[in-house]
C-alpha cells in the first residue's frame, strides 16, 4: 500500500520568512496530492492541492510542487505570518480513494 | 463550499459504555465517508471506510466488533465506539467525499476521554 513520508517534522520560521515542508510517496498510481492545515483541537482544512498532470499550482502565498518521477512533492508558503503557525499534513491518493496521510510537519512562525 | 458536521464535539463517558459520533454532509450527498483517529501529536490514521447501504471496509488492526460504523444514508454515517476503555481515548475525525475540487471535506472531529 501506499506509504507517505514527511519532512521535517518541525519547522521555526520569523515572520516573513519562506518555509518548505517536503513529502515523498511510495505508489506510482497515487495521482492526487493535498496539503491540509491542522489547528489545535480542529478537524484539516484543506489549503492546496494538486494532480499528478500538473508540476505546479500556486495560490498566493502557497504553492506546491510535483515530481511524479522522484515522487516528491513539496509545499511553499512565502512571507509567512504568526497565523500560519499549525501543523500541516501531506497526503496522497489514488483516484479518490482513500487518503493516507503523511506523518505531519508542526511549523512555528514567530513574530 | 461542503460542509461535514460531527457531533458530538467532546464526549467523556465510563469505561464499558458505548459513544456513538456522528457525521453529517450538509449540502452534498456523501456515497462515502472515512473515519479517522488521531493521537496526540501524531498523524490520521484511517480506520475505516463507509459505504452507503453496506458494510465498512476496516483497515488492518482495527477491530469492527469495537468500532461499529453505520452509513444508512447518503448525508449520515455514525461510528459507534462499544465498550470503551480508556485506551479509546483520542480524537475520531471524519471525512466526506465530495466530488468537488477538493475531494474530500473533513469534520471538526470528536474529543473521546474515557473515564
Known amino acids: 500500500g501506499e506509504n507517505v513520508e514527511q519532512h521535517p517534522s518541525t519547522l521555526s520560521v520569523q515572520e516573513g520568512d519562506s518555509a518548505v515542508i517536503k513529502c515523498t510517496y511510495s505508489?506510482?498510481?497515487?495521482?492526487?496530492f493535498p496539503w491540509y492545515k491542522q489547528e489545535l483541537g480542529k478537524g484539516p482544512q484543506l489549503i492546496i492541492d494538486?494532480?499528478?498532470?500538473?508540476g505546479e499550482k500556486k495560490d498566493q502565498r502557497i504553492a506546491v510542487t510535483l515530481n511524479k518521477t522522484a515522487k516528491h512533492f513539496s509545499l511553499h508558503i512565502t512571507e509567512t505570518q504568526p497565523e500560519d503557525s499549525a501543523v500541516y499534513f501531506c497526503?496522497?491518493?489514488?483516484?479518490?480513494?482513500?487518503?493516507?496521510f503523511g506523518t505531519g510537519t508542526r511549523l512555528l512562525v514567530s513574530p | 463550499g461542503a460542509v461535514v458536521s460531527q457531533h458530538p464535539s467532546r464526549v467523556i463517558c465510563k469505561s464499558g459504555t458505548s459513544v456513538k459520533i456522528e457525521c453529517r454532509s450538509l449540502?452534498?450527498?456523501?456515497?462515502?465517508m472515512f473515519w479517522y483517529r488521531q493521537f496526540p501529536k501524531q498523524s490520521l490514521m484511517l480506520m475505516a471506510t463507509?459505504?452507503?447501504?453496506?458494510?465498512?471496509?476496516?483497515e488492518q488492526g482495527v477491530e469492527k466488533d469495537k468500532f461499529l460504523i453505520n452509513h444508512a444514508s447518503l448525508t449520515l454515517s455514525t461510528l459507534t465506539v462499544t465498550s470503551a476503555h480508556p485506551e479509546d481515548s483520542s480524537f475520531y475525525i471524519c471525512?466526506?467525499?465530495?466530488f468537488g475540487p477538493g475531494g474530500y471535506t473533513f469534520g471538526s472531529g470528536t474529543r473521546l476521554t474515557v473515564v
Open positions: 494538486i494532480r499528478s498532470n500538473v
Open positions: 449540502d452534498f450527498q456523501a456515497t462515502t
Open positions: 471525512s466526506a467525499r465530495d
Open positions: 463507509s459505504n452507503e447501504g453496506s458494510k465498512a471496509t476496516y
Open positions: 505508489d506510482s498510481a497515487s495521482n492526487y
Open positions: 497526503a496522497a491518493s489514488e483516484g479518490f480513494q482513500k487518503l493516507v
